[in-house]
């Protein structure tokens, strides 16, 4: 990785300069179309730059990025494994990417049977009754989820049924998506065992519940033993229960949430299912129902009548909660990998995910808290060094880590372990990468004992050293024009 | 079948003893027996690298992509001319594996063009900042109707009729679960009516799109007077952006948030999506923006770097009080667009967007002895318009279809929203115009 540049694009841009390649036509001016009293004073301020330039620039600053091709990613709750390279090829065809939305469905057959087929698959392995493409993201499928909860419960005259529980290991996105839609959020302590207390949750549950929104495995990578007793408590008080998927890739053909008694769930395919995360998106966040619940999905969907392919909305829809359909280049690369594992490889992928936690678990337990008792499942929660010389942190650790060559593990999350080190190695790591990064954990623990400094000024070796997010969130300086000093607007 | 798993059988064994299980079952011990599933998913079996390019290359036969159609269909979602640079840099894997930059200092790449892309998205938009993306502009749209609502602690908010049906609906969906009502401005001419002030009620916000559905600019400024004058936000929306680097932007309207819809800045259509969201605003609504937001700092050596900021909205920090629940953002789509703007600089985009303008009107102008005409004569448009045609325009599209075309937009009735980028050439041009005009008698 190589740091020594920091330029901006703006700050390579000379006025006059151009590199766009657009074919010759003459036609009017702006000024002789529409009237001079709506047009812009002056051009925009983007930058004059050449093709040359650009492709040096992105390319420079590619650099100073580390992705799950650089290495070791193991990001707990982001599922960071490889990504196929052929999906990104078939992701690329011209016959999927240059379709318009609003195409007849007559010219867009492929597009439509490869929702459709999507849908099924997601069926199957999660053995929920239907799925709806439409959400972009995980926290928006959550979104879609509970306004299809509160929908329901306007439908059927129980309106009244404001509350949604979550557990205090719950994703962030989980209280914030159920304040959107318009809910009042409970929040349950877990038990000492890191699962949802059934008690805690008996207490909880009323008339007014509308909603458990659980994730399983949850976020210290445990599995929710009780998750079919917590469901039924959930159902005899007349509520629903909100399934987070984002951890589905521990359990691929190991257990499917409709059997633990799930009425909506989301799956983050993006994670479960290989599609590179982009820098932070675009992800993709179907969201599904049981039958009793799949006439509230959000629509239209793809639906096959007649012998053909069609769009349409389930008949109790909560409407749209995007333009169009679905994040389809997301989605055709998550569906090109379950054709390429099926079904068995799928499971396999689950098996090995696990089986590198436990391991990777294992092997740190002798330097790092491990709060929890195993199994884990595909990944696992420490909470922080188990010896360390004073004022040493996570985030140290995290930040020496990076000297090592590794990106770090989420840190700090969940909330409820104090000093989390989040770890998710995936099932794509050999035997030999989960040997060098527990290496370089152990070492780094020894380091927080005898040399502390080398944690505390780390990192020393990445593009950028340890940078000041007081400053930034204090002084808040978001453009170029900013940064300039100049105003903007 | 293919695989992605590096475990030899001496592996498997390897990493069992050393987690600790005799067997794969004792691994997974804390799954309920119950809850065990006893049959192998029902899934066809695995195939390989091969097999799955046949597949899937079968598949995209089935479509008649744009690729193959002359495409005079806009409507939100625009086929336009993406330089080869874009695509060569944005298939760098150091971006496109990576994930939210929550780890600054191995991040620099991400947060650094995000910043450029927050740069450009309120300069163009004509505001003092700019978030790093939202899902698209329809969901934006909706945000930014939130955002409003809670800056002006009001419930209800007025929109133009001539929004996208795409971000209507989405408005509606998400205001419906906020208790947010929304109303409608009355349609003139395809204009928006600008209310007169005694009607305004308690609107947190007025919101409006140029150019709009029907490729009309609409007096932005004017209705943002309204707005403002009626204690109210005013929020400009465009699917069209592009009309950005020629006309007036939003802020210099009087908006105080702007939305907009990206997918023409280097993003294929891609069947409706990922497309590419952005909000801008003001810098006194910065602290309420939702999504991501990357800001400028200092390193321990005192160089300049970047870092997610204003992390108090989010949710991850805030869970139920957050801003927004967005996580993700479409961060590879802000690189499409950053690379793009760049590519084609200020100038490039002034004449892609001249040329559409151009290019629609000549169509127009070879309408002419057909007797074919727009619907607002006197409405200023920008690279779309409606047509009145003689006949249905649902089967004037069927005709066109056969011919190689896709025609437009039905308005329903013999009104078709018809759109020419600068992608189509004067041949397509022509050839459409005659085939219209053949479909038409």
Redesign the interface.
């Known amino acids: 990785?190589r740091?020594d540049y920091?330029k901006?694009?703006?700050e390579i841009s000379k006025e006059g300069?151009?590199?766009?390649?657009?074919?010759g036509?003459?036609?009017?001016?702006?000024e002789e179309?529409?009237?001079a009293s709506?047009?812009?004073?002056e051009?925009?301020?983007?930058?004059?730059?050449s093709?040359r330039d650009?492709?040096m620039?992105?390319?420079k600053?590619?650099?100073?990025?580390?992705?799950?091709?650089?290495g070791l990613?193991p990001?707990g709750s982001?599922t960071?494994?490889?990504?196929?390279k052929?999906c990104?090829?078939?992701a690329a065809?011209?016959?999927?990417?240059?379709?318009?939305?609003?195409?007849?469905e007559?010219?867009?057959?492929?597009?439509l049977?490869?929702m459709h087929s999507l849908a099924e698959?997601l069926c199957?392995?999660t053995g929920m009754a239907a799925f709806s493409l439409q959400p972009?993201?995980?926290?928006?499928g959550?979104?879609a989820g509970?306004?299809m909860a509160?929908?329901r419960f306007e439908t059927i005259g129980q309106a009244n049924r404001t509350k949604i529980i979550v557990p205090d290991s719950s994703?962030?996105?989980n209280?914030?998506?159920?304040?959107?839609?318009?809910f009042d959020?409970i929040s349950i302590d877990s038990g000492p065992d890191g699962l949802i207390d059934l008690d805690a949750l008996q207490a909880a549950v009323g008339s007014d519940t509308a909603a458990l929104m659980v994730t399983n495995p949850n976020t210290l990578g445990?599995?929710e033993?009780g998750?079919?007793e917590a469901c039924e408590i959930v159902h005899k008080a007349g509520g629903l229960v909100y399934y987070d998927g984002a951890n589905l890739n521990a359990?691929?053909?190991?257990?499917?949430p409709a059997?633990?008694g799930v009425d909506i769930m989301h799956v983050n395919v993006h994670k479960t299912f290989?599609a590179?995360?982009?820098?932070?998106?675009?992800?993709?966040g179907p969201i599904g129902a049981s039958e009793e619940m799949a006439a509230y999905l959000?629509g239209p969907n793809a639906a096959f009548k007649e012998g053909s392919y069609i769009l349409q909305s389930p008949a109790m829809s909560?409407?749209?909660?995007?333009?169009?359909?679905?994040?389809?280049?997301?989605l055709?690369k998550a569906y090109?990998y379950?054709?390429?594992?099926?079904?068995?490889?799928?499971?396999?992928?689950s098996?090995?995910a696990?089986?590198?936690a436990?391991?990777l678990?294992?092997?740190l337990s002798s330097a790092y808290k491990m709060p929890h008792s195993?199994?884990c499942?595909h990944e696992f929660a420490a909470a922080g060094l188990l010896e360390a010389a004073e004022g040493v942190h996570t985030d140290d650790v995290?930040?020496r880590l990076?000297d090592y060559g590794y990106?770090?593990p989420?840190v700090y999350?969940p909330l409820i372990v104090e000093e989390a080190i989040m770890v998710e190695p995936t099932?794509?790591?050999?035997?030999e990468?989960l040997d060098d990064f527990a290496e370089a954990m152990l070492s780094i623990a020894k380091e927080a004992v005898e040399s502390p400094s080398l944690l505390k000024?780390a990192?020393g070796k990445?593009?950028?050293?340890?940078?000041?997010?007081l400053?930034?969130?204090k002084k808040?300086?978001?453009?170029?024009?900013?940064?300039k000093g100049e105003?903007?607007? | 079948?293919?695989?992605?798993?590096?475990?030899s059988e001496s592996?498997?064994k390897?990493?069992?003893a050393?987690?600790?299980?005799e067997s794969?079952d004792?691994?997974?011990?804390?799954?309920?027996e119950?809850?065990?599933?006893k049959e192998?998913?029902?899934?066809?079996?695995?195939?390989?690298?091969q097999e799955?390019?046949a597949?899937?290359?079968n598949?995209?036969?089935?479509?008649?992509?744009?690729?193959e159609?002359a495409?005079f269909?806009g409507?939100?979602?625009y086929?336009r001319?993406i330089?080869t640079?874009v695509g060569?840099?944005a298939?760098?894997?150091?971006?496109?594996?990576?994930?939210?930059?929550?780890?600054?200092?191995?991040?620099?790449?991400?947060l650094?063009?995000i910043?450029?892309f927050?740069?450009?998205a309120?300069?163009?938009l004509?505001?003092?900042?700019?978030n790093?993306?939202l899902?698209?502009?329809?969901?934006a749209l909706a945000e930014a109707v939130?955002l409003a609502c809670r800056a002006k602690k009001r419930k209800a908010v007025l929109l133009s009729q001539a929004i996208?049906p795409?971000?209507k609906?989405?408005v509606?969906?998400?205001a419906?679960?906020?208790?947010i009502t929304v109303s409608y401005m009355g349609l003139d001419g395809g204009i928006s009516c600008v209310p007169d002030k005694g009607e305004l009620g308690e609107y947190a916000a007025i919101a409006a799109a140029s150019p709009n559905f029907y490729g009309i600019?609409e007096n932005i400024e004017e209705i943002a007077q309204a707005a403002h004058s009626a204690g109210a936000l005013m929020i400009g929306y465009s699917e069209n952006p592009h009309a950005?680097?020629?006309?007036?932007?939003f802020?210099?309207c009087g908006c105080d948030i702007g939305v907009a819809?990206m997918q023409g800045f280097g993003i294929?259509?891609?069947?409706?999506?990922?497309?590419l969201g952005v909000m801008a605003s003001?810098k006194a609504l910065?602290r309420s923006l939702p999504g991501?937001?990357?800001?400028?700092?200092?390193?321990?050596?005192g160089?300049?770097?970047?870092?997610l900021?204003?992390?108090?909205r989010?949710?991850?920090?805030?869970?139920?009080?957050?801003t927004?629940?967005?996580?993700?953002?479409?961060?590879?789509?802000a690189?499409k667009a950053?690379?793009y703007?760049?590519?084609?600089?200020?100038?490039?985009?002034?004449?892609?967007?001249?040329?559409g303008?151009?290019?629609l009107?000549?169509f127009i102008s070879l309408l002419e002895p057909s007797g074919i005409t727009l619907k607002h004569k006197s409405a200023?448009f920008f690279d779309e318009a409606v047509l009145e045609l003689p006949v249905p325009a649902s089967e004037a599209?069927?005709s066109l279809?056969s011919l190689g075309f896709?025609g437009g937009?039905s308005l329903g009735g013999g009104d078709l929203l018809v759109c020419a980028t600068?992608k189509r050439?004067?041949a397509e041009i022509q050839a459409f115009a005659k085939a219209l005009i053949e479909v038409c008698k």
């Open positions: 990785m740091g920091s901006l694009i703006f300069r151009t590199s766009y390649s657009l074919p036509f003459d036609g009017e001016s702006i179309m529409i009237d709506l047009v812009r004073d051009k925009p301020r983007l930058p004059e730059v093709e650009i492709v620039h992105y390319t600053l590619s650099e100073k990025n580390y992705g799950v091709d650089s990613y990001l982001c960071m494994k490889y990504n196929p052929v990104e090829d078939i065809l011209e016959g999927f990417s240059a379709m318009h939305p609003y195409q007849s007559l010219t867009a057959q492929g597009s049977m490869l698959a199957e392995i972009a993201a995980g926290a928006h959550e979104l509970l306004m509160k929908k994703h962030g996105t209280p914030a998506s159920a304040a959107i839609a318009g959020v445990l599995f033993k998750i079919a359990i691929m053909g190991i257990a499917k059997d633990m290989a590179p995360h982009g820098g932070g998106g675009p992800g993709a959000p909560i409407g749209q909660v995007r333009g169009y359909y679905s994040s389809l280049s997301v055709v090109a379950i054709a390429i594992l099926g079904g068995d490889g799928l499971s396999e992928a098996i090995a696990c089986l590198n436990n391991y678990r294992e092997k195993g199994p499942m995290a930040k990076i990106h770090p989420t999350f099932e794509t790591e050999s035997i990468s000024s990192p990445a593009p950028a050293k340890r940078i000041d997010s400053l930034a969130a808040p300086v978001l453009t170029y024009w900013q940064l105003n903007n607007g | 079948m293919g695989s992605y798993l590096p475990h592996d498997y390897q990493l069992l050393g987690a600790g299980y794969i004792g691994l997974f011990s804390s799954v309920p119950s809850l065990r599933l192998p998913l029902a899934l066809p079996n695995g195939i390989s690298e799955a390019l597949m899937f290359k598949m995209a036969a089935m479509n008649s992509p744009t690729a159609l495409c269909l409507a939100g979602t086929d001319i330089p640079a060569a840099i298939s760098r894997s150091e971006f496109y594996t990576a994930y939210t930059p929550y780890q600054p200092e191995i991040s620099q790449g991400t650094s063009y910043f450029e927050q740069s450009m309120a300069e163009l004509g505001l003092e900042v700019a790093a993306s899902y698209d502009g329809p969901s939130m996208s795409e971000a609906r989405t509606e969906t998400y419906h679960f906020s208790g600019i950005m680097a020629v006309l007036k932007s802020g210099s819809e294929e259509p891609y069947f409706g999506g990922p497309h003001t910065m991501r937001l990357a800001g400028a700092s200092l390193d321990a050596d160089n300049r770097a970047f870092i900021t204003l992390q108090a989010e949710q991850h920090i805030r869970r139920e009080k957050a927004s629940n967005i996580c993700t953002n479409q961060s590879l789509n690189l950053v690379c703007m760049s590519l084609l600089g200020p100038d490039g985009i002034r004449e892609a967007a001249r040329q303008m151009a290019k009107r000549l200023a599209l069927e279809l896709i937009y600068e050439t004067e």
